[in-house]
């Protein structure tokens, strides 16, 4: 995967072959965060001033930076699925919320 971190963002990374670098756009958020460098440390650099300079320009404007996540999820599952979920969580000694937390990082990350 081509993303980078810093501070809860994540950026995907992209090569543009038409300016010779490396383009970088934050993603999770509704503004449009954009970056870019012709190496990956200055691509690092360039990222990690991008969100320094989005979260002092919001708190210049008065308002909260968007987050990409709040760490929430709703979601609708059939009632076979959220069955399995509980005897697999059950199993395991952990708690439904800490089971699913597992599982959606080990596909993530994995």
Known sequence: MNTMTYKGYAAKIEYSDDDLCFVGHVAGIRDVIGFHADNVAGL???FEEAVDDYIDYCREQGREPLRP???KISLRISPEI???I????EVSGKSVNQ????TLSKAAHG
């Not at 089971?99 to 597992?102: F, H, L």
């Open 44 to 46: 690092r650099e360039a």
């Open 69 to 71: 996540a709040s760490g």
């Open 82 to 84: 959220h069955s399995a």
């Open 86 to 89: 509980n005897i697999a969580a």
């Open 99 to 102: 089971w699913i937390n597992d």
